[in-house]
């Protein structure tokens, strides 16, 4: 019966050790500024690898150079400055933003619309900050230059041209959404499986293997948006 205990005793010592190390991952935390918002990351794991910050930080600043309006040397900053008629090529990025806008703009009949980009610096949501509030003139003046389908695209949306000078892209709507979907696919690359990504309030989880025992649990997809 001694043995019997000693071995009970050695087992559940075993197996505490085992959930510690196991079981109760620790927490990784990166966080940070990005296309004037910012960006928080979160990964349960026991992997160290001290150049995963300078590997999203560079990612990011991909994206930034892509599609940021506070960055006056971005690509979207280059073609809001385009003048009317003037085909502009656009990277793969920027081409699948621009899709997958058209389709959201179709489906939700014009409610999501990346040419509202004169309204929300009118408003003082943008790159340029007004000292009031705008007037209604003010406000029927920049609607002339709002619809997505003032823009027209060419040999499957990897080229694009205005049909004004003054129309004016912002892509805040779904370029943060874009931004975790790449941060997310850059973890599951790296291997982490366990983690939140979030910009701006936009969010995407990862979700770990089946069969590891969890107090909380996401189901039904390998990653949950």
């Not at 992997?47 to 930080?57: A, F, G, S, T």
């Not at 230059?145 to 004016?168: E, P």
């Amino acid at each position: 019966m001694r043995i019997l205990r000693y071995f009970s005793i050695f087992f559940v010592l075993g197996y505490a050790a085992w959930y510690f190390y196991a079981g109760d991952k620790p927490y990784q935390s990166i966080s940070g500024q990005t296309m004037g918002t910012y960006y928080n990351v979160k990964i349960r794991t026991r992997k160290e690898d001290n150049m995963l910050p300078q590997k999203i930080r560079q990612r990011l600043d991909e994206l930034n150079r892509e599609m940021s309006v506070f960055d006056s040397e971005s690509e979207i900053s280059r073609l809001n400055n385009a003048k009317a008629g003037e085909w502009i090529d656009l990277s793969p990025e920027m081409s699948k933003v621009m899709k997958d806008s058209a389709k959201i703009w179709r489906l939700s009949g014009g409610a999501f619309d990346p040419t509202v980009g004169r309204l929300v610096d009118l408003w003082g949501f943008g790159a340029s900050v007004p000292k009031k509030a705008p007037s209604e003139a003010e406000i029927k003046e920049v609607l002339k230059y709002t619809g997505f389908d003032k823009l027209k695209f060419a040999d499957g949306y990897s080229r694009v041209k205005k049909s004004n000078d003054n129309i004016y892209i912002n892509l805040s709507a779904i370029a943060k959404g874009y931004g975790v979907d790449r941060i997310a696919k850059l973890l599951e690359d790296e291997g982490y499986t366990d983690f939140v990504v979030e910009i701006g309030g936009e969010g995407v989880a990862g979700i770990v293997p089946e069969g590891i025992s969890r107090v909380f649990r996401m189901q039904g997809a390998k990653r949950v948006v």
